[in-house]
């Protein structure tokens, strides 16, 4: 009994040990399949949503993204760039232009108005230095001729002396001493001496007036020229400008390339102006001095006459008196 009590228990430990170790290997091939799949299902998910897969999307991104946004960048810089190109082909357009802005193309393209103001002003400072080098000959020629005339003169004795050492010279010497002759001879016979000199000093007087009218001629025109030019080119001047903010209310642009033109040629006429106006004023100042000593010399020879008169007076009478005596 024992030893089969022995077998039944030896066999059914050794079912047992059977069982014990079969059913975890039928276990582990139950779940074999299911584990066999989870590493599947992550190798297929885990590219989706692991991190060592992001690297992989992650640069693709940025490949599919910069195209997009390259267009997007470039289509700014395009049309920034656009203007730029179209300012500097204007500005190269109108560089040529502005070099060639000279007096001339800035006259021949101004108003009609501002070519008159110029082309008067012009004629103005013309007429300017034409009167500086026939006044500063013709101031020369008279002085020379005085001074001589004075010189000559100086040892003379009487109004005949005088004259025949001048010749027949023209000159406001030899007038003076003809007008002591004249009156001399006219009041021949008149024993008042004072009347002579006088009457002999209103035509001294009357040859001045008349010389200082001639040596004078053209003063007036350099103070006309001096005083009004400037005038007359600011009056060009806001004619051309008032032209200019027309024009710029035409084109509704105040580009400087289209408003400097005509401001340009606005201020040629004050320029212009002024170059004829500066000179004549400087030229007037200066006849006025040489003028000034001039007739200072014509003083006198005026006063050279009148001694000279004066003597042949004083012989005369005494020339009578000493006749009476004998």
Do not use: C
């Amino acid at each position: 009994m024992k030893t089969m009590f022995l077998r039944a228990s030896l066999v059914a430990a050794v079912t047992l040990a059977v069982m014990g170790l079969a059913i975890p290997v039928s276990a582990q091939q139950q779940t074999t399949p299911p584990a066999a799949a989870q590493p599947a299902s992550p190798a297929t998910v885990a590219p989706a949503t692991s991190a060592p897969a992001a690297p992989a999307v992650a640069p693709a991104a940025p490949e599919t993204a910069t195209p997009a946004a390259g267009p997007t960048a470039t289509a700014p810089a395009a049309s920034d760039a656009a203007p730029a190109d179209a300012a500097s082909r204007s500005l190269k357009s109108v560089a040529p232009a502005m070099k060639e802005l000279s007096p001339w193309v800035m006259f021949m393209s101004a108003d009609i108005i501002v070519k008159a103001v110029m082309i008067g002003l012009a004629f103005a400072s013309l007429m300017t230095w034409t009167i500086f080098i026939a006044k500063t000959i013709e101031m020369s020629v008279a002085k020379g001729r005085l001074n001589s005339a004075l010189k000559k003169t100086a040892e003379a004795r009487s109004l005949s002396e005088a004259q025949f050492a001048l010749g027949a010279k023209q000159g406001i010497l030899p007038s003076f001493l003809a007008a002591a002759l004249r009156e001399a001879r006219m009041s021949a016979g008149i024993s008042s001496d004072s009347g002579i000199k006088e009457r002999a000093a209103s035509s001294f007087g009357e040859i001045v007036r008349a010389e200082s009218r001639r040596i004078r001629v053209g003063m007036g025109v350099l103070a006309t020229i001096g005083a009004t030019s400037p005038f007359v080119g600011l009056f060009g001047t806001v004619w051309g400008i008032m032209n200019s903010f027309i024009g710029i209310s035409k084109s509704q642009t105040t580009n400087l390339a289209v408003v400097a033109p005509g401001i340009a040629e606005a201020l040629l006429a004050t320029a212009i102006g002024l170059v004829a106006a500066i000179p004549a004023v400087i030229i007037y100042n200066h006849f006025s001095r040489v003028t000034k000593s001039y007739l200072e010399l014509v003083s006198r020879a005026s006063g050279a006459a009148g001694r000279l008169l004066s003597r042949d007076l004083d012989r005369s009478h005494g020339s009578v008196h000493s006749r009476a005596a004998e």
